[in-house]
């Protein structure tokens, strides 16, 4: 299949089954208001009954605060940020990765099937795939973190190998291993975006073909082979996440122009839709490829 069809029927998916728009939106908004609940909440009781002020300029004041009079004052408010930004990562996870399940399983359902979105059939993916989908979360959390590491290394290695003699050189050379760093971790960061998403698309495409669930492990070792097999599926993501990225920036400067705190909060509630569906292109155009090539 070639990339402009498999982005053709990727949006096409997306258009078709615009009410994950809603579901996805919604999240966010349950997010910002769980995270208020969860850790404003408690943080203003603290406030409250310890007879702290409440500090003008957010967490910036309570650090200065904490630099002048020490730890001691502030330790039950730090205790109970700690424990309940503990407890809202926990439920906020839990929620996103049900809703990354359902979203997921429906876009592949009608890639694979011609099955358009329904309450049922999200709760059915998202229920059913919540454990697959949590410990794939949970291995790219990990590998993420061992990239980051690399990323930081061969950061320092490239900054390390500037030359040092002539001042016009040194920052010539400099700025290029700045640079080349740079696109070392992005391409990491796609490879690994695209792994685990290829590898996502495994997991539902299977289910939806055979009636059977591959093990999360077994599904990396076949998105691993498939971008092995065929590296243009990886050129094809690597298209995808610049695109996404070029247009995630471009709508965030038009945002610079809106002024006053009414106009930049709707249109920051604006920004979120286009990124969710932005994002739910590039999985759904993805989805197509696999499904049409693997």
Known sequence: ??????????????????????????????????????????????????????????????LKNILKVGLRDYLTLIITIMLSLLIYLVIASVIFIYTLAGTSGVLMSYIAKKEVYSWVLFHSYGKRFFKKFLLLSITGLITLMVLSFVAGIISGLTKSAAPVSEDFIKEFFTNFFYLLSILLSLGMVILFMAIFTYAAGILLLNESITSSVKGVFEALKGALKFIIRKPESLVFYSILSIAAIILTMIFGIIGTSFKGPGGFVLYQLLLSIVQIYINLSVISCAFVYLKESF
Request: glycine share 8%.
């Open 1 to 62: 299949m070639n990339y402009r069809e498999a982005i053709k029927r990727g949006i096409t998916t997306v258009n078709t089954n615009y009410k994950l728009l809603f579901i996805q939106t919604g999240i966010l908004v349950i997010a910002f208001l769980l995270f208020l609940l969860v850790v404003g909440t408690p943080v203003i009781i603290v406030f409250a009954k310890s007879g702290l002020d409440l500090p003008e300029e957010g967490f910036k004041d309570i």
